[in-house]
């Protein structure tokens, strides 16, 4: 049987006295009863336990980061950085850049001002910028596992570093940040219809980005 505890104002859990631990041999706690008592839901459901992007394993996840994972991460934040598709302009219709334009110029001039850097965007297949800014290593490194895991899993499945940090910093929500990440293929969708294949990755990829959205709102 498995039970929550409590202590040093977190939550863990035990099996036959034993404390629950991570592969690393970490504790799997978290910092609310809510979200100790959703594990316990998910703990016995194959479907759960199956799904990467569920809440139990995302804690899982993040309580088991070490500091050489927690660098590999933020090395490949980074490197996502470099192409972010908010930056992404090789496109040869007019109306679609003004588009990108029109709605990523704020998200941009947000991320250069408060990290104080400067971005380029990528007009070519051969473009990408070499991010460099000691405050966003800062920023990165203040982040807790649960945060990071967040910002790390958003950002590999949008393509967007940028974008998921305005879903971190709470000013956009997981809709907002699908339909933002998912401009270009909605405009490419009304121009030439919708695909069937595509569809389903793009009902996928919402799923995907609601559960971390679900997990995200227990972390904080």
Known sequence: MIKIAKGNKKYFFKKNNSKILTKNGFLLE???????????????DKQKLENPYSLIN???????????DREEIMIKIIDLLNFDLVLYRCYEEKDLKELLNEKFEEYIFDFQKNFNTKLSLINSIVDHNNFVSHDFKIFLNRLDNFKLTVFFKLS???????LSLNFLKQKIDHNSLYKLSNLEYT????????VKEQKLINENNFLLIKNISFFFKNII
């Not at 590999?156 to 940028?162: H, N, P, Q």
């Not at 405009?187 to 919708?194: D, M, P, S, V």
């Open 30 to 44: 978290v910092k609310t009863k809510k979200h100790a008592e959703l594990i316990l839901t998910e703990i016995f």
């Open 58 to 68: 995302l804690t899982f996840y993040a309580c088991n980061l070490d500091n050489k």
């Open 156 to 162: 590999a499945l949008t393509k967007s570093v940028i």
């Open 187 to 194: 405009y490419q969708q009304k121009r030439w219809g919708l």
